[in-house]
């Protein structure tokens, strides 16, 4: 069993919204800095968004920067992502991912995290 589970991806026309969650089990994630992270046919994963365990640092690559927000969800014990005005070049597998380990720093880099989702599909079309 998977530790996060993300859902909410979908096929989606330029300039449209969606929402992406992610639910943690096996562990509580309270205390772990979250994050999202996504890969494209061909490319490398690559860093979208996090938020730091206390809920007070978030960071976003900049191409996301004000049309993409990150927020905890502690009711599902994991992370949402909000997703404005998207763009043809948000498509990809996007997952969600955990710290390795808990009241860790944010990062941008994959290998800080630990504990990862199976990814959801974000398909974005003109």
């Known amino acids: 069993q998977m530790p996060l589970v993300e859902s909410g991806g979908g096929l989606v026309q330029a300039g449209g919204s969606l929402r992406l969650s992610c639910g943690g089990s096996?562990?509580?994630?309270?205390?772990?800095?979250l994050a999202w992270f996504r890969q494209a046919p061909g490319k490398e994963r690559e860093f979208v968004a996090s938020?730091?365990?206390?809920?007070?640092?978030?960071n976003y690559r900049n191409t996301v920067k004000g049309r993409f927000t990150i927020d905890r969800d502690y009711d599902a014990n994991g992370v949402t992502l909000q997703m404005n005005n998207l763009k043809l070049e948000d498509t990809a597998l996007y997952y969600c991912?955990?710290?390795?380990?808990?009241?860790?720093?944010?990062?941008?880099?994959?290998?800080?995290?630990?504990?990862w989702g199976q990814g959801t599909q974000v398909t974005v079309v003109s």
């Open positions: 096996g562990r509580t994630f309270d205390t772990f800095s």
């Open positions: 938020i730091s365990w206390n809920s007070v640092t978030t």
């Open positions: 991912a955990a710290a390795t380990a808990a009241y860790a720093r944010t990062s941008s880099n994959p290998a800080d995290y630990g504990y």
